[in-house]
């Protein structure tokens, strides 16, 4: 099973792709995570992209389909994955179907996780994040033991730059210009999955199992 998550940042996407990869026994594959893994382990694509993200650069189009097709050569993919932020733009997701081709793959859903613009500000300007562990919280849906404390390690919480509201109405500027067209490009290829992400996050995992299941 070949899943690709689309959806505004902040519309819990990265929630719903840890549920389905552990349901399924699949990876979770972010293209952050094969980035600092590729740069930890000093192969030859990580060092390129290092030399991309160290001057500020975005890492080429070219360059994170071989990092992401090299990871789904991997033995634990050999029953599917769940892709999470990628792909971003159609030249992506164009050079992705390109590569998996080549390998006798394709995408089975891309599962879009529908959120209204407002609700999605309200919701992230009530995230809270520990700088110490990395463990993310919610004022109203995951909130703390401790108003402020992070329960893992004590740490203080901080609303990250990212979280605040005028970043996150820039971050949803780019996304409907860049990302948004992945819907009708995945709905013309027949795998596109819609779910109401407006829902309790439980209600819109059992949404996707279902259509997944069917």
Do not use: W
Request: charged share 30%; with cysteine; proline share 4%.
């Amino acid at each position: 099973m070949k899943i690709i998550m689309l959806g505004a940042p902040g519309a819990g996407k990265g929630t719903q792709a840890k549920r389905i990869a552990e349901k399924y026994t699949v990876p979770h594959i972010s293209t952050g995570d094969i980035f600092r893994a590729n740069i930890k382990n000093g192969t030859e694509l990580g060092n390129k992209a290092k030399s991309y993200m160290d001057q500020g650069l975005l890492v080429p189009d070219e360059l994170v389909v071989d990092l992401v097709v090299d990871r789904v050569k991997q033995d634990d993919c050999v029953n599917g994955y769940v892709f999470d932020g990628f792909p971003r733009t159609i030249p992506q997701a164009e050079a992705l179907d390109t590569a998996l081709k080549a390998i006798n793959e394709k995408i089975d859903f891309a599962v879009n996780v529908e959120v209204p613009d407002s609700n999605i500000v309200d919701r992230m300007s009530g995230r809270r994040a520990c700088l110490n562990c990395g463990a993310t919280y919610h004022l109203e849906h995951i909130p703390t033991k401790v108003e402020g404390i992070c329960d893992v390690c004590g740490s203080e919480l901080v609303l990250r730059d990212d979280d605040k509201p005028e970043t996150v109405l820039k971050r949803l500027k780019v996304y409907h210009e860049q990302t948004q067209p992945l819907i009708d490009f995945y709905k013309n290829q027949g795998v596109l999955v819609e779910v109401d992400g407006t829902k309790d996050m439980a209600e819109v995992f059992k949404a996707i199992v279902s259509v997944l299941e069917q």
